[in-house]
């Protein structure tokens, strides 16, 4: 009977509720640092596997596939940060504050703090039962980063496409047709892809239970646990997932290559080069590049294949040097400004990555 003593349900399970949550959130960022380790192996092994950008889902220019991986790094660094972050808000002790009041016992709120690992006591008793926002940002958190998985699955799908074919899952991450026996399915980036509706349908399901509370407790605010519970196990679930197939797939370096030499995607390394070394405005640039890229269209040609006589018709002021321009590697290495594809830029990063 005495452990109710100057306590109540409301700031208990609260308690409880902050200390669980942290212990999921470092066990979700440990998870975060394996994924991200295997991507940069990829990385690593890949710095000069050259392939299109896409931009409309058109290719747009060359970079190196270690390049596009490092893209979701980053996306998975700024999960770490916002889960990192929401420990802040779980460093505030809920207990002592009881039901809503506070209580008349002469208690010492900071000797539990220090016991039960927290920073400091909480300031107002009334909010401390009425707050979810440490829910909320848990909730939403874990419905970004889901939203990121969904992102490279859907990529991952994309590429493994027969009209793509741009990579090759093992056939321990793929599924088979019922009735077509040559058939390998994504199942589990599909699997992927559907989980993050489930994540986004706990925040918005938190958020309206919200909205309508005056202060300070009531039973609706019970449901706050299912919903962390489902999104924890199913965001801890996708991201061993993701690391599962990134650890059993292959870039098709050739057929990357291949398709990074169709849709004239070195055609801004050529305007790029006019405003370098001849002295015109972009705009210019951009017309007599065009006016290029239609010449070869015409004569079903790429870039590349168009010998210095060809382009002296467009424009006479062009040397032989501008053919080194439509080199894919030429192109990938030029863009040397910081957090650009070249190969060197991407081996700092890596390294940079390794660091932290």
Known sequence: GYVHTARSRNDQVITDFKIWLRLATNDINKKLDNLIKTILKIAQ??????????????NAQPVSFAHYMLAYVEMFKRDKFRFKNNLDNLSENPLGVAALTGTSFNIDRNFTTKKLGFKKPTNNSIDTVADRDFVLDFLYTASVCSLHISRIAEELIIWNSDGFGLINLSDKIVTGSSIMPQKKNPDLLEYLRGKSGNSFGNLFSMLTILKGLPLSYF????????????????????????????????????????????????????????????????????????????????????????????????EPMLTSDVLKVFDLKYSVNSKKSFGGTSFANIKKMITKYKKT
Do not use: W
Request: proline share 2%; charged share 30%; net charge positive.
């Open 219 to 314: 039973k609706d605010l019970q449901d706050d646990k299912e919903l962390v519970f489902k999104t924890n196990e199913t965001i801890s679930n996708s991201i061993a997932i993701l690391n599962e197939v990134l650890n059993n797939f292959s870039p098709n370096k050739k057929k990357m290559l291949e398709l990074a030499e169709n849709g004239y995607i070195t055609a801004t390394d050529l305007a790029d080069y006019l405003v370098k070394n001849h002295d015109i405005s972009f705009r210019k640039a951009y017309q007599v590049t065009a006016s290029i890229v239609n010449f070869a269209e015409k004569k079903k040609k790429k870039l590349h294949q168009l010998d210095i006589s060809e382009l002296k018709k467009i």
């Open 45 to 58: 092994k890949n710095i000069q596997t050259i392939m299109p950008g896409f931009t409309h889902l058109k």
